[in-house]
């Protein structure tokens, strides 16, 4: 049977896993307590609950959040969702996902944390450990509520481990199952197939032949979903983001298009604090950080500036990638120049955890209800389970569980069934994106002239209730 555990020491402490365990406790709790402080969104925890409801039913995952009828495999290619289906069944709250996802980020820290054992014993395993799970991407993730990358961290963690080992194949068949948690990831894929090839290929002729065999799969497999299968989902029969990369966009000439976005791939100065705090940790002495350049090419190529910087959840994946550099470099690295490696390793993640919320963990705030949130709590409490209602971007995402929910913004259309509740807060913070304050007051003014109800009124509160008949 083959053996797709990164090979692992014999005198490796039985309590090495603590570190993971403890990692995964306090990353649930950060998720869990802004779930329960109605931090958390309908964009994009929403979402992705809708999603996980639909299939824990057996049904398509359409998502009313994103618009009447649409089904999420139009988005993004992520069927790996599927098996948080059983769990939802189950436990059908929000949280479960931000459970499943603390869990998957902490899975992360284990194969990383014994090869680090392996190399430098079991306080360097242990330190590394700690950095990897208090790392900015995880945590920055784990606190922007739920995506579906969270599978690929482990799986990335697991075979760049396994590449570290020079197990060619385990770390094939490991990186295998990112086709199925989201497109780009094919092309990540593709990265772990040309290592294979160029370094498994100095041992064995047919080792690199299974190396290119996998870089083909990762580019075939990104093409097929982009170009085809998310198409046949979409509801405008294309990829969404497709216009945002060099040349994506049926207006502008490729040439011209990718020409100014190399033109612009160092500018503004903020993609050069990604790749800074990327590069950091590695001293970039392991080649193993070049598996880090398809996600960083399509990032910094984009014209979308979401994509530029260290907030949100595009980072996390790349972080099994920059510990994995980091180890592979101890590995390489006589042993003071491994010690100040840590240590700019170590600096980099105590400067950054202020800035992002694990360290809510300890603050006495975090563990208090607001009197807002539980007004909020109190007027959520009126609207009935199995109804359809409109909601604004926070309040959605402690609905989805149990009733159909869309965004209050959208217009409904003559032609749509109209929401049986209406739930609005007009101090959400999320003014932008993906509701204006001003789009929700423009629509709360429809619903009323449509005869709807004023149930509450008070406080930033609206809630409304379409009339009978």
């Known amino acids: 049977m083959l053996d797709l555990r990164p090979a692992t020491s014999a005198s490796a402490p039985v309590r090495r896993g603590l570190p993971a365990n403890r990692l995964a406790w306090s990353l649930a709790g950060v998720s869990i307590r802004r779930y ?20 824990a039913h057996g049904k398509a995952p359409v998502v009313a959040l994103k618009g009447p009828g649409y089904n999420l495999l139009g988005d993004h290619f992520h069927p790996v969702l599927v098996l ?24 992360a820290v284990v194969p990383l944390t014994r090869w680090t054992h392996e190399v430098r014993g079991p306080r360097t395993a242990l330190l590394v450990g700690c950095l990897v799970g208090a790392s900015w991407g995880i945590v920055k993730a784990v606190s922007d509520d739920f995506h579906e990358i969270a599978f690929a961290v482990p799986l990335l963690a697991f075979a760049v481990t396994a590449l570290g080992h020079r197990r060619w194949r385990a770390a094939a068949l490991w990186s295998l199952p990112l086709l199925l948690v989201k497109e780009d990831q094919g092309l990540t894929v593709a990265a772990i197939g040309g290592y294979i090839a160029w370094q498994g290929g100095r041992e064995r002729r047919n080792v690199r032949w299974w190396g290119l065999g996998l870089a083909l799969t990762g580019l075939v497999g990104t093409a097929v979903e982009v170009l085809v299968l998310i198409p046949a989902m979409n509801q405008h029969g294309g990829f969404d983001y497709l216009d945002q990369l060099p040349g994506g966009g049926t207006g502008a000439a490729t040439g011209g298009g990718l020409l100014h976005a190399l033109l612009h791939v160092g500018w503004p100065p903020v993609k050069w604090l990604l790749l800074l705090l990327l590069a950091a940790p590695t001293g970039l002495r392991s080649p193993l950080a ?32 920059v510990f994995a550099a980091m180890i592979d470099g101890l590995d ?10 840590l240590a700019v390793g170590a600096l980099v993640t105590a400067v950054t955890i202020p800035l992002y919320p694990l360290h809510e963990v300890v603050m006495p705030a975090a563990w208090s209800t607001s009197p807002r949130v539980a007004e909020a709590r109190r007027l959520l409490a009126r609207i009935p389970d199995g109804a359809t209602v409109a909601a604004s971007n926070h309040l959605s995402a402690q609905l989805t569980h149990r009733d159909t929910v869309s965004l209050v913004c959208q217009p409904q259309g003559p032609t749509l069934t109209r929401p049986q509740w209406v739930v609005a807060d007009l101090t959400d913070p999320s003014v932008k994106v993906p509701c204006a304050i001003a789009d929700t007051g423009q629509l709360l003014t429809e619903y009323r002239n449509a005869g709807y109800q004023q149930v509450v009124d008070q406080d930033g509160f609206v809630l409304l209730k379409r009339p009978q008949g």
């Not at 958390?40 to 999603?51: K, R």
């Open 36 to 55: 329960e402080r109605m931090i958390s969104q309908g964009y994009d925890l929403g979402i992705f609950e809708e999603a996980v409801r639909a299939y």
């Open 84 to 107: 948080l289906a059983p769990f939802y069944r189950v436990f059908p709250s929000g949280i479960t996902l931000l459970v499943a996802q603390a869990a998957l980020m902490a899975l």
């Open 290 to 321: 070049l598996l880090c350049l398809p996600t960083l090419a399509w990032r910094l190529l984009s014209d979308n500036p979401h994509y530029w910087g260290v907030s949100y959840h595009y980072s996390a994946v790349l972080m099994p990638l």
């Open 332 to 341: 390489r690295a006589p042993a003071r120049s491994g010690r100040r490696g």
